[in-house]
């Protein structure tokens, strides 16, 4: 029922905004009463971030086989903001999150100990453990600590509007410039 409500509620998202979907829009989308909506998800603000949850698990396993393709740690961290950040790009429930009408919903979720670093631990821990076990990674970061600040870049670069965006090739020199030397051994 978690997922129905989920696939309703991300329909309502795309169709009508987040800031304007009711609980009884995703009870109507759902086929349900609002009563079984409210059993699952406390308020709008909680459906948000379950489909946001949902959809990154989603694409952690994709990203990490990805990202696992490249042979350096230094390419991987690169190569796996790429895919994350296009990722974001083209999600359209992302996108109304990061450029609607909500920045405040969008902060709660997206900022400091939240669900965006939460999950961006989870796809990065076994990348970053393994290149510090390598000695690629510096030994003495904080793995909780380098997937915060990940998050942060993540967030920031798929928050850009399209017109503010760099080009994937301007992006990684930026990052093999500026990221990269803060992780390596």
Known sequence: MQAQLLDAA?????????AKTTMEDVAKAGGVSRATVYRYFADR????????TRRARLNIPRAQAHIRRFPSFGEKL???????VDRG????????????DQPGLAARILGGEGVSH??????WEPILQAAQQNGEMRAELDLHE???????????????EEGMRLAPDEL???????LVPAFLA
């Open 10 to 18: 991300e329909e309502c998202f795309e169709r009508f905004g987040i």
């Open 45 to 52: 603000e909680a459906l948000v971030l379950a489909s946001i």
């Open 78 to 84: 690169v190569e796996g903001l790429i895919y994350n």
């Open 89 to 100: 790009h083209k999600d359209p429930v992302v996108q109304l999150l990061v450029t609607g």
């Open 118 to 123: 939460q999950l961006t631990y989870e796809l």
């Open 146 to 160: 380098a997937a915060r600040w990940l998050a942060r870049i993540t967030t920031m670069m798929v928050s850009q």
């Open 172 to 178: 990684r020199r930026e990052l093999r410039t500026f």
